[in-house]
């Protein structure tokens, strides 16, 4: 069965754009959470989604957000790119929320930004 | 939330065995263990977990310490495709947003 699918692989940006990524999960997956991954900071929790909610958020700013559609798949967004957004964006999908019941996490291998 | 400790870097022949250890001594009693690997340019992928008795799987061995504050994760044959950094993560529903919480891993390294 498909993985989970993220697009795309790569991105180039210029500081100050705006930049979207897409995450589809596992089929009948129904959670979806976004991390940062940076070699200063490793991985970091940025939100989940569950039944199109945002059911949890991590410690950053507001110019990052994102949304889940009827179909679970999501999709992240960052406005006023900064320098410091670089990194590798990873999406993770569970049949459960929050990765109860021991469900465990399917990552992607993720969107890697650059912002120059 | 339960903090680890792990190794920063293991290193191993191929073909052996390989224990990595990881210390969670702050774990509550109904916490699962889990273990994820991060291959080189991919996405953290799940290798075993469990909570009191030790856990076998096609990947690996997850040994649990009596007291739980303590396991081991044991790929019984090292492959080069082993080569990634090991997560221990003692509570998958441990962050206080419902997250997964990744410390710093151990780099494990294969060597031919």
């Known amino acids: 069965k498909a993985g989970v699918t993220q697009t795309p692989r790569y991105l180039i940006k210029t500081r100050g754009q705006q930049v979207t990524l897409s995450c589809s999960p596992i089929?009948?997956?129904?959670?979806v959470s976004w991390y940062q991954q940076t070699p200063g900071q490793g991985l970091q929790f940025l939100f989940e989604y569950f039944s199109e909610t945002q059911r949890n958020k991590g410690n950053f700013p507001g110019r990052f957000s994102g949304r889940q559609f009827s179909n679970s798949r999501s999709e992240m967004n960052v406005s006023t790119l900064e320098l410091g957004d670089s990194a590798l964006y990873l999406c993770a999908s569970s049949p459960g929320r929050g990765g109860r019941l021991n469900y465990g996490y399917t990552f992607g291998s993720g969107t890697r930004l650059t912002v120059v | 939330d339960a903090k680890t400790t792990q190794p920063n870097s293991m290193e191993s022949n191929e073909e052996e065995p390989v224990h990595l250890p990881c210390n969670h001594s702050t774990i509550s009693g109904t916490d699962y263990i889990h273990w994820y690997r991060q291959l080189p340019s991919q996405g953290p992928e799940y290798v075993i977990h469990g909570l009191t008795s030790n856990v076998n799987n096609r990947m690996a061995s997850l040994a649990i310490a009596e007291d739980r504050k303590s396991s081991t994760l044991i790929l019984h044959r090292a492959t080069l495709r082993d080569a990634a950094v090991y997560y221990c993560i003692p509570n998958l529903y441990g962050g206080s947003q419902g997250n997964l919480i990744f410390g710093k891993g151990t780099k494990l390294s294969v060597k031919p």
């Open positions: 089929s009948g997956h129904r959670s």
